[in-house]
């Protein structure tokens, strides 16, 4: 039985090639196939793309287009077109986004992590105590090996949050391993509202607290965030825009139009002589 074109593509795994090909104008042969085998190319991309995506985790889409970097003082081995370049992952160098609440960490962190996935890389985010309550669970159900391993696939890991939740002894030293198995190896991206000398009140332990931030720092951007929070320049700008149509909706209110009889409106008083 002759096989549809559907089914040969799917054969040959070429899933968009039915989808595509009418769409493709011809001119001779070699044109068409090469322009066919293009679009087929990008498809693919364009899905494998989105997987990573998906796989990665993040909690909303970032772009670095619309970053505000008036919040960020960069070291002076730093520059804003070495990090948005990524040139930080083929080093195995870190970011460290250190600062005020709501300046901006975790939105630099996705759009970084994002534009990683797009260039296809393999990249993990996870919150602080997620990460560690996962490798808890690993741990507990003896499958601690597997999630490192999966974990050490990742070309660029990103840890958000740390110092809003303290973690147990056992929490920590899992943070930390992942951290050791990371040192030269792969990117990782930390954010934190605490500065390197508080960590030990999330970690619960001076020594530990003390070896993870020398591999973290040995290779590493740190990036210092400065300024009023974001979200609460939004929600204040909100609230002022919402205040001055409330202010302009009652102003017109009062200002109503004459009557055409003339009551409530401005009497003219003529005198004839």
Request: aromatic share 6%; glycine share 6%.
């Amino acid at each position: 039985m002759e096989l549809s074109l559907k089914e040969q593509c799917k054969s040959l795994k070429l899933a968009n090639v039915p989808l595509l090909y009418q769409d493709i104008p011809f001119k001779e042969p070699e044109q068409y196939l090469t322009a066919l085998f293009r679009e087929e190319l990008a498809a693919r991309q364009a899905k494998r793309i989105e997987k990573l995506v998906k796989k990665a985790g993040f909690p909303s889409t970032k772009s670095l287009d619309s970053f505000d970097w008036s919040t960020v003082t960069l070291p002076e081995s730093s520059s804003k077109t070495e990090l948005t370049e990524l040139a930080f992952i083929e080093r195995k160098e870190n970011i460290l986004a250190v600062g005020t609440v709501g300046t901006g960490k975790t939105f630099l962190a996705v759009a970084l992590g994002l534009k990683a996935c797009a260039q296809g890389k393999t990249v993990r985010f996870f919150r602080c105590i997620d990460l560690a309550n996962t490798l808890l669970d690993s741990h507990r159900q003896g499958r601690l090996k597997k999630t490192m391993d999966t974990l050490s696939k990742a070309e660029l890991l990103i840890i958000d949050e740390i110092g809003f939740v303290p973690l147990d002894r056992s929490g920590a030293e899992l943070i930390f391993n992942v951290v050791a198995q990371a040192y030269e190896r792969q990117s990782i991206i930390i954010t934190s509202n605490l500065q390197f000398g508080e960590w030990n009140s999330v970690l619960g332990d001076n020594r530990l607290t003390a070896a993870m931030i020398d591999r973290l720092v040995h290779h590493a951007h740190i990036l210092a965030f400065e300024g009023e929070s974001y979200r609460l320049r939004q929600a204040l700008s909100g609230l002022h825009e919402s205040q001055k149509n409330e202010k302009e909706e009652i102003d017109a209110n009062n200002c109503s139009p004459p009557s055409p009889s003339g009551e409530g409106g401005p009497h003219i008083s003529v005198t004839l002589t």
